[in-house]
């Protein structure tokens, strides 16, 4: 067994350091504390949000290193070394992120719940696919559940979304 | 967390998991030690299935995080032969060129489990080891004829994913690795477009004497089923014409017992030869 190995095996706390929504943090969690129990509870960033607790209805989504991740399905220290992005990161200067105001203008919401996840996804999609055909779009908002809006508002925010983030959206 | 309580609120820490030890193994022996040793070990690898098996009453005391083993992110072929690690997550897997240019039939279907969020962080060996029904790696690998490398103190030994189904992970240490042999391979395709009914994935090898196909059907709650035809004396180009005698006479061989609550097996003989017609009518050699 290498020796870095023994030295840090056998643990029941970590000690993490991550960069959270642009500022660096350090912070001492329990093995079994949940990335999403640890950004909701333990630094009060509400705007992930607890649902199935399974990882199936993506409320919980955040972006690790850019990527959309269950937060419920993962433990806190698997964010050692990593970007994380909330809802809380996303405006800039009390503006709202492009993809936020898409969601705003087409009605995109009802009851809220899953919107963070669904601004965050549809962030890390138009960030892989910049010009993301209806197909595409659809695949990846099924990796959320939204229980309210049937998605036609949803898909409508990505595609204005993506529109005006390519700079093609008439004014 | 005070002011949650005050408000009449249960914070979600409430259903804190029981107290973990955990263990960061960088090597596949150091792995396997701490697998053989630990109290009531679990590991995790892109953990998408962890927390659903805590769902479901797992209650480990240690924790592997498996997450580090680079010797098992690693997929490359040599001669026809894939090796996949267990730690090749289905984006990663699905996406590289190399499999793509191999066996582009299995990297489609490969892209198509789950959905993106989940495709990004599961991995294949996770897919398998959970052991669910509903999780499609299982079928495909099987209708490849893979084999699985498992690493145990005692050493390492090589299973079929009928072996893995039939009998279960206990003793057999760590799935490491998945190897295909794509040699005598010539095309792969999956059809589940009648998912989470039944999904079904054909394979077309070539025999000295010909071809032999190869049809691998499963449903949500079925483990997967594999049929096989040989045809002597045929060549690939000649499937398309008989592509409804063919999975006429394939599909006889569908066993009484492959039936659930809602597929009947006549439905699966009826509709898996429909879905093999298409499939053989659409095929990539």
């Known amino acids: 067994m290498s020796d870095d190995a ?15 929504n642009g500022a660096e943090r350090t912070i001492t969690v329990p093995v079994e504390r949940t990335a999403a129990d640890l950004l909701r509870d333990d630094l009060r960033l509400t705007g992930t949000r607890i649902g199935c607790s399974r990882g199936v209805c993506g409320a919980c989504v955040a972006l690790v290193d850019g990527v959309p991740a269950a937060t419920c399905s993962m433990f806190a220290f698997q964010l050692d070394g990593c ?26 919401f009802q009851c809220g719940y899953c919107t963070s996840g669904m601004i ?45 983030l390519a700079g093609e959206e008439k004014t | 967390m005070e002011y949650l309580p005050t408000a009449g609120l249960l914070p979600t820490s409430a259903r804190t998991l029981a107290p973990l030890r955990l263990w960061r193994p960088t090597s596949i022996a150091d792995a396997v030690s701490y697998l053989d040793r630990c109290e009531a070990p679990v590991l995790l690898a892109g953990g998408t299935d962890l927390v659903a098996q805590y769902n479901e009453g797992l209650s480990p005391r240690s924790l592997i995080d498996i ?12 001669d026809g032969v894939l090796h996949i690690g ?45 052991r669910r029904t509903r999780y499609e790696g299982a079928l495909l690998l099987q209708a490849l004829k893979a084999k699985l490398n498992f690493t145990a103190p005692a050493g390492t030994h090589q299973v079929s994913v009928d072996t893995l189904w039939q009998h279960g992970v206990a ?17 792969f395709d999956y059809e589940r477009s009648l998912r989470p009914l039944m999904t079904q994935a054909l394979a077309v090898w070539r025999q000295p004497s010909g071809l032999r196909l190869g049809l691998t059907m499963a ?61 053989l009518e659409s095929l990539h050699v």
Not at chain 1, 6 to 20: D, F, H, I, K, Y
Not at chain 2, 116 to 130: C, H, K, S, W
Not at chain 2, 255 to 270: C, G, H, I, K
């Open chain 2, 171 to 187: 003793g057999r240490g760590m799935l490491t690795g998945i190897e295909v042999d794509t040699r005598n391979l010539m095309a």
């Open chain 1, 120 to 164: 965050l996804l549809t962030k890390a999609l138009l960030e892989q696919h910049p010009r993301p055909d209806r197909a595409t779009i659809t695949e990846w908002i099924s990796s959320n559940v939204c229980r309210c809006t049937g998605y036609a508002q949803i898909i409508a925010a990505v595609e204005q979304a993506a529109a005006r």
């Open chain 2, 67 to 78: 997450s580090r083993i680079d010797a098992m992110r690693q997929l490359r072929q040599r």
């Open chain 2, 86 to 130: 267990a730690l090749v997550t289905h984006h990663g897997g699905s996406s590289d060129a190399g499999l793509r240019a191999l066996v582009p039939g299995f990297a489609r279907a490969w892209s198509r489990i789950a959905n993106p969020r989940i495709r990004f962080r599961a991995t294949l060996g996770g897919n398998l080891m959970a």
């Open chain 2, 219 to 279: 449903t949500e709650h079925l483990s997967p089923v594999c049929m096989s035809l040989t045809l002597p004396g045929i060549a690939v180009s000649q499937l398309r014409s008989r592509a409804a005698a063919i999975a006429r006479d394939l599909l006889t061989s569908l066993p009484s017992t492959f039936a659930d609550v809602q597929v009947t097996t006549d439905y699966a003989s009826r509709a898996g030869a429909a879905l093999m017609v298409r499939q």
């Open chain 1, 83 to 108: 970007d994380v992005q909330t809802i809380e990161g996303l405006a800039q200067e009390g503006k709202l992120h492009p993809v936020q105001q898409a969601f705003v203008e087409q009605g995109a």
């Open chain 1, 6 to 20: 023994a030295l840090v095996n056998g643990q029941s706390e970590c000690a993490l350091r991550l960069t959270l």
